[in-house]
Every structure is written in structure tokens, then in C-alpha cells.
Nanobody, 118 residues
């Protein structure tokens, strides 16, 4: 199984930047699609961005152009650079790993809080 740990969350003013990181304690190599999801209080968990082993990315319309997802297969890490942050970006951000051939084989991190003040 895969263990995921997020870090980098915190408090930032609107318009500022923050960088999140997700590290896998176990080996995942290049067989997992990595992604970031978020959940705000009272709302459903939603997709933020995903990245394949080959580097193909997918972004939610609400963050496209402001956020950038990247991965380092050698280090088993995936980052999320968040720029031009808005108050509506406030949420708990979760790291996700999904096996490219076995969709039911997926894992979640514990989450990291991101708060953007007005």
C-alpha cells in the first residue's frame, strides 16, 4: 500500500502564493496518476489538478492558469504551486494516487489546511 503525506499548507493573504508538497513513504514509481483535491467547509470534495506519469496535466477551470501541478517520480513527490490565491481557494487540500490500470487501487493523504484571507 501507499502512504501519502501532505505539507506546505498555511495562512496567506489574497493574491499571495503557497506551495504544497505530497510525499509517498512507500514506492509508487510511475504507475500512479497523482492529483490534488480540496474540500471547503460545507462543500463536496472537488478535483483541483492531476498529472500522469508522462506529465500530462488536467486542471479545474477555477484554478487553471493560477495553479501548477508537478511531479518527481525519482523522489515520489508531487507539488502544487498556488499563485494569485483567492479567499474561495480556502479548503483542506488532499493528495491522491490512482493506479493507472486499476482504478479501485487508490490512496489519500491526511490533508493540509490552506486559508486565504481577504
Amino acid at each position: 500500500q501507499v502512504q501519502l503525506v501532505e505539507s506546505g499548507g498555511g495562512l496567506v493573504q489574497a493574491g499571495g502564493s503557497l506551495r504544497l508538497s505530497c510525499a509517498a513513504s512507500g514506492s509508487i514509481f510511475s504507475i500512479y496518476i497523482m492529483g490534488w483535491y480540496r474540500q471547503a467547509p460545507g462543500k463536496q470534495r472537488e478535483l483541483v489538478a492531476t498529472i500522469t506519469h508522462g506529465g500530462s496535466t488536467n486542471y479545474a477551470d477555477s484554478v487553471n492558469g493560477r495553479f501548477t501541478i508537478s511531479r518527481d517520480n525519482g523522489k515520489n513527490t508531487v507539488d502544487l504551486q498556488m499563485n494569485s490565491l483567492k479567499p474561495e481557494d480556502t479548503a483542506v487540500y488532499y493528495c491522491n494516487a490512482e493506479h493507472w490500470m486499476i482504478p479501485t487501487r487508490h490512496y489519500w493523504g491526511q490533508g493540509t489546511q490552506v486559508t486565504v484571507s481577504s
